[in-house]
């Protein structure tokens, strides 16, 4: 039977280059020979893609009640359908954002606590742990200008600059309480400096699990 797979997860706020440097994850993991699924959050699932499409685009207003279980029950469908099966067939798991998000921006963001957060998670028994996770962090104002110039802002890219900012304080807390997982990187410096900063990172945790 093949050893459990790593489960590496990426997160940040709009603008802070995670496609970029989730596709130089990718192609290091593939480069050492690791069978890798790609996934992101919200989504991963017929389901979860659904309500991503809902989340981000609903024309009607969203309470952040409502926004926080569309949210969980799309990761509780991803955990189950998609990363579960592959991290316990060996496969290494790389995911765009999983549950610190919701503690982010529903918690943080939204202001609706991390107790409320936690609560509904360990109701829904979405107690998954990510092997490693890459905050990828920088100003606010600095990755908003960045989204902007992609094109039209989605529902929750349209948020003021005060949810941003209580979103990245619960991002760097939650990094602060558990720095074994959470590797910050300055997302604001160039990119060659960020992904040596990653690939430092990254060849470290491969290296202590012999990937």
């Known amino acids: 039977m093949s050893s459990r797979g790593r489960f590496i997860t990426l997160e940040g706020l709009e603008g802070v280059g995670k496609t970029t440097n989730r596709e130089f994850i990718e192609a290091t ?3 050492r020979d690791i069978n890798v699924v790609v996934t992101r959050e919200p989504g991963g699932t017929e389901l979860g893609e659904q309500l991503r499409h809902l989340l981000l685009h609903a024309s009607a207003p969203v309470s952040a009640e409502a926004e926080l279980m569309m949210m969980a029950a799309s990761r509780k469908q991803h955990t189950v359908d998609v990363i579960e099966p592959a991290l316990q067939s060996g496969k290494w798991v790389l995911c765009d954002r999983y549950a610190d998000a919701s503690y982010a921006y529903q918690g943080g963001g939204r202001q609706l606590g991390l107790d409320v957060v936690a609560s509904l ?3 829904l028994t979405i107690d998954l742990q990510p092997d490693i996770t890459f905050l990828l962090d920088m100003p606010i104002a600095d990755g908003l200008k960045r989204m902007a110039a992609r094109g039209k802002p989605d529902r929750i890219e349209q948020e003021e600059l005060a949810f941003f900012e209580r979103a990245r304080k619960a991002y760097l807390q939650r990094a602060a309480l558990q720095p074994d997982r ?3 990187v300055d997302a604001g410096a160039p990119l060659e400096q ?7 990172l990254l060849m470290q945790f491969l290296d202590s699990n012999n990937g």
């Open 29 to 31: 993991l593939k480069s």
């Open 121 to 123: 998670h360990s109701l």
């Open 182 to 184: 959470m590797k910050v």
């Open 194 to 200: 960020v992904q040596a900063r990653v690939s430092e």
